[in-house]
């Protein structure tokens, strides 16, 4: 296996335990897992462009990419295959050069189609059926970081993405 040219991720489900929380005043809250954001920082320092690509539309997710300084950021999206194909037209890769985690039906012909297919432990277990990793950890529970380690202890780049991550933040 070589390291993708992209990595693309659900959110709902991944990075969240998928939970949507609503105040009586009409905020809606997610909770992310701090731990993540170490994969972003893994695929930043090895040159992997990270993207999202998400059902749902939140300032939420917004915020959240815009503070990781996540690449590409697509909302609101039902059919996330086409999006999936029309960003590797534009960045001139294949989708079997792509590896993607998602945990939902509206991820099953995404992951189908990536050279790398991963979903979280908590996914049901006919989206775990046709995804080439399960992660150890669930949604929300750091499954994104677990991906990245994943895909970087099978490229034997792991220790490479970690050296030049700490160097991070020796700065």
Request: glycine share 8%; hydrophobic share 35%.
């Amino acid at each position: 296996m070589n390291l993708p040219k992209l990595v693309i991720t659900d959110i709902d489900g991944v990075w969240t335990d998928g939970g949507m929380y609503y105040d009586q005043t009409g905020n809606e809250w997610k909770k992310f897992n701090t731990s993540d954001s170490a994969g972003i920082l893994f695929c930043k320092k090895m040159n992997i462009p990270v993207c999202i690509i998400t059902g749902e539309n939140t300032e939420i997710v917004s915020r959240r990419a815009a503070k990781l300084k996540v690449e590409h950021l697509y909302q609101g999206v039902s059919d996330k295959l086409t999006v999936a194909t029309e960003l590797c037209e534009k960045l001139n890769i294949r989708l079997s050069d792509v590896a993607y985690i998602g945990d939902d039906l509206g991820d099953v012909e995404l992951l189908k189609a990536v050279g790398f297919s991963c979903s979280p432990a908590n996914a049901p277990a006919y989206i775990q059926k046709i995804t080439t990793y399960v992660t150890r950890l669930k949604g929300g529970e750091g499954a994104f970081r677990d991906f990245i380690e994943e895909i970087l202890n099978r490229t034997n780049t792991f220790e490479q993405a970690l050296e030049l991550s700490l160097n991070h933040y020796k700065k």
